[in-house]
């Protein structure tokens, strides 16, 4: 089988072609090549020798998605539909919110959570991505817009990005390095609905990405039957993580908060968030809940959405209000589902 060497780091790399008995500086060259320039052919890669252009076309290959369909929102945001070299599909989001050219990024095929307010979770699980297939969302999208630079990528796509820790970290390697992406950790936002060891692990193993947090509701019943892993990781193992995550990283965290009428937008509720987050160096997102179809969720009134957020705010937290774009294509937060049923 070919070496794919989309998504290998530059270390994983350098092995490679020094396995082939090169120098380690054409991994160098190979990287700008991919990352820089676009190449999936080694024949375009001028400075490095026919023969060894050769060898690489008999033992490496470059790619791993194909674009199946992209759906443009009134807003401006696009939805991408990939599909996998096994026939799996993900999805991606394209974000114009200027001076910002957000990527939204799946990082599993499904999802293992099932958390009640998400298409995602409620399709099931299929697999991890591996790192080529996270990175290849951002080539395939950065060759659709060549006039434009990508400035931001969120993992908030299809999946738990924790959940798929070794490629996760992979895909950000090759994501920050300037022989890679070259966009900044602080320009990359995971969120995660709350691993507390992978938490922690992200922290002490250096990644200075930002880290965003669904809590979603203010006591452990509530959010056990929003969100199942709570039963495994109470809110305040959650909260205890974030807080390690915060000071280790010295980047404040983000709690997002999907407001859903009648379940977790009391004025109880806002006051109870208040007190479980003072100590931590954070602020809040409140995502008022997009519709998904065959859920029988609400999001309630703006008026009771701003009234969250007053009380919030007069208890020194930041918070803003966040109103999802791409709805009107299924692209918002938590709508995402993909189709995960293999193609013929």
């Known amino acids: 089988m070919k070496k794919n060497l989309l998504g290998l780091t530059r270390e994983e790399l350098e092995q490679f072609v020094v396995s082939l008995g090169q120098k380690p500086f054409r991994s160098r060259q190979i990287m700008k090549w991919i990352y820089a320039k676009g190449a999936s052919d080694f024949d375009v890669m001028t400075d490095i020798s026919v023969p ?15 674009t199946l369909e992209r759906i443009s929102s009134p807003d401006g945001s696009v939805k991408y539909a990939f599909r996998l070299s096994d026939g799996n599909i993900i999805e ?13 990024l799946s990082s599993q095929v499904g999802c293992p959570l099932g958390c009640l307010f998400c298409a995602t979770g409620r399709a099931g699980f299929v697999r991890n991505l591996t790192s080529a297939e996270i990175v290849d969302q951002i080539i395939q999208i950065k060759k659709d817009i060549p006039e434009k630079r990508i400035t931001n990528l969120v993992f908030m796509g299809m999946g738990e990005p924790l959940l798929n820790y070794d490629n996760l970290t992979r895909a950000l390697q090759v994501i920050t390095s300037d022989f890679g992406l070259s966009i900044g950790a602080r320009h990359i936002n995971v969120s995660t609905v709350g691993i507390p060891d992978r ?3 992200l922290a002490d193993d ?6 965003a947090i669904s809590l979603n509701a203010t006591t452990n019943g509530t959010r056990s039957h929003l969100m199942p892993i709570n039963e495994k990781y109470s809110i305040e193992k959650l909260l205890s993580a974030a807080s390690y995550f915060a000071h280790r990283s010295k980047r404040w965290v983000t709690f997002e908060y999907v407001l859903i009428k009648g379940m977790n937008d009391s004025i109880e509720d806002a006051s109870r968030l208040a007190g479980l987050i003072e100590d931590i160096p954070s602020k809040v997102n409140l995502i008022p809940y997009n519709p998904i179809e065959g859920i029988d969720l609400c999001p309630p009134s703006l008026g009771v959405v701003e009234r969250f957020q007053r009380i919030l705010l007069d208890n020194h937290i930041t918070a803003t209000i966040r109103f ?6 299924s692209a918002a937060c938590g709508q995402l589902s993909g189709r995960l049923k293999k193609r013929n």
């Open 92 to 104: 991606s989001v394209l974000i114009f919110d200027a001076p910002r050219v957000t990527v939204c």
């Open 206 to 211: 250096g990644f200075r990405v930002k880290l």
């Open 199 to 201: 938490m922690r692990a």
């Open 324 to 329: 999802s774009k791409g709805t009107a294509i």
């Open 52 to 66: 060894l252009r050769d060898k690489l076309k008999e033992v490496a290959c470059i790619g791993g998605i194909d």
